[in-house]
Structures are given as C-alpha cells and as structure tokens.
C-alpha cells in the first residue's frame, strides 16, 4: 500500500498570510494526487484533482504543485472560511489512500 | 443539482448487519465509478471500497475484505454497502464519493453515522 504522510499535522496562521502544506507519498504516484478540504460536521470537498488541476468553483487563491512523491497544497491568502483540516489522496493505485490531515486553525 | 444521499445508517451491536444506500441524482449514475469511504470519531479518512461503472471491478480496504460487500443498481441510481460481522473498530460516518477525472472524488453525500457498540 501507498503511504501519504502529510506535514505539518496543524498550523496556526492569521488571516491574509501565504500557507503551505506538504504531502508525501512512499513511492512515485505520478500527478494521481488529490487534495481536499473538511469543515467540522460536514464532507470532504475537492480541491485540487492531478496534483495542480484546480477543481470548478474553488478559488484561485488555491493551488497545488508537485509530481512523483512530493506534493505541495498553497493558499496565496487566508480567508476566515480557509480555516478546515486538509487531506491529500492519493489515486494511482488501490487502496485510495489518504494522508493523516492537516489542521489549519487561526492564529 | 449533482447530489448523492446516503442512508441506512444507526446504532448496531457487534457482530449485527447494516445495509447502506447512497442515491445519486443530477448526473449519469451508470458513468460513474463510485467509492465509500468513512471517518471514525475525530480521526481522519479511510477509503473503504470502490466500484466501477459496470460492477464489472471492486476493490476493498483490507480492514473490511470478506465482511463488506459493495453494490451497485444503475437502474435505481443507488450504491449500497452491506456490511455484516460489525465490529465496534466500524464505527464512523460513511460516505459515498463520485470518482472522477484522475480518480479524484468529486462529489461526496453528506454521510451517515454507524455506530456499533453493545
């Protein structure tokens, strides 16, 4: 199986600021690499399809970069509604499988 | 409007059976591959199983192979998890999840609570 493994596992940040969030894979998974983001309560959303594909609807302040085993979520400048856990997932291969989660809370 | 609804969710013992159902409205159901996946209490998420448009290929997580079983009936747009020999490990709000461009799950239901305990 695949691992993700996701850094930081929360982060504190203030409204306005530039934030990244690193996901790595255990082993090459090409560009099958998604991103999500989860609000108290409710599903998942996609964010980011194919490692840097920006899903319909969501801002631009939203991008992802990276190909093989490194991946990279950045948000160019926190809204209040940013603040949410943020899962990678990878979809080169079975199991789907998802990193531990990012918490991004305000400062 | 793309909608999927899950349903079927409760309280179970362990050992019991629940049947889950995920009903899709707004798209081609029969296009689509469709996964479930769950979130046990404050943890994160675990893919659970997976179906292809056709039935014809389906997938399982390890922690549920032989005890779960995924289906699906493009004729009533809905997706189901049987899921039978619960353990209290199963509890969690199960999701049903779209697959779509690179596997990516693009639209989720807004999920249901199992929760197995005597």
């Known amino acids: 199986d695949i691992q993700m493994t996701q850094s930081p596992s929360s982060l504190s940040a203030s409204v306005g600021d530039r934030v990244t969030i690193t996901c790595r894979a255990s082993?090459?998974?090409?560009?099958?690499l998604n991103w999500y983001q989860q609000k108290p309560g409710k599903a998942p959303k996609l964010l980011i399809y194919?490692?840097?594909s920006l899903q319909s609807g969501v801002p631009s302040r939203f991008s992802g970069s990276g190909s093989g085993t490194d991946f990279t979520l950045t948000i160019s400048s926190l809204q209040p509604e940013d603040f949410a856990t943020y899962y990678c997932?990878?979809?080169?291969?079975?199991?789907?499988?998802f990193g531990q989660g990012t918490r991004l809370e305000i400062k | 409007e793309v909608q999927l609804v899950e349903s079927g969710g409760g309280l179970v013992q362990p050992g019991g059976s629940l049947r889950l159902s995920c009903a899709a409205s707004?798209?081609?159901?029969?296009?689509?591959?469709m996964n479930w996946v769950r979130q046990a209490p404050g943890k994160g998420l675990e893919w659970v199983s997976y179906?292809?448009?056709?039935?014809?290929?389906?997938y399982y997580a390890d922690s549920v192979k032989g005890r779960f079983t995924i289906s699906r009936d493009n004729a009533k747009n809905s997706l189901y998890l049987q899921m039978n020999s619960l353990r209290d490990e199963d509890t969690a709000v199960y999701y049903c999840?779209?697959?779509?461009?690179?596997?990516?799950?693009?639209?989720w239901g807004q999920g249901t609570m199992v929760t197995v305990s005597s």
């Open positions: 999840a779209r697959a779509a461009l690179r596997g990516a799950f693009d639209i």
């Open positions: 707004g798209f081609t159901f029969s296009s689509y591959s």
């Open positions: 179906i292809s448009s056709s039935s014809s290929t389906i």
């Open positions: 082993q090459s998974i090409s560009s099958f």
């Open positions: 194919a490692a840097s």
């Open positions: 997932q990878q979809s080169y291969s079975t199991p789907r499988t």
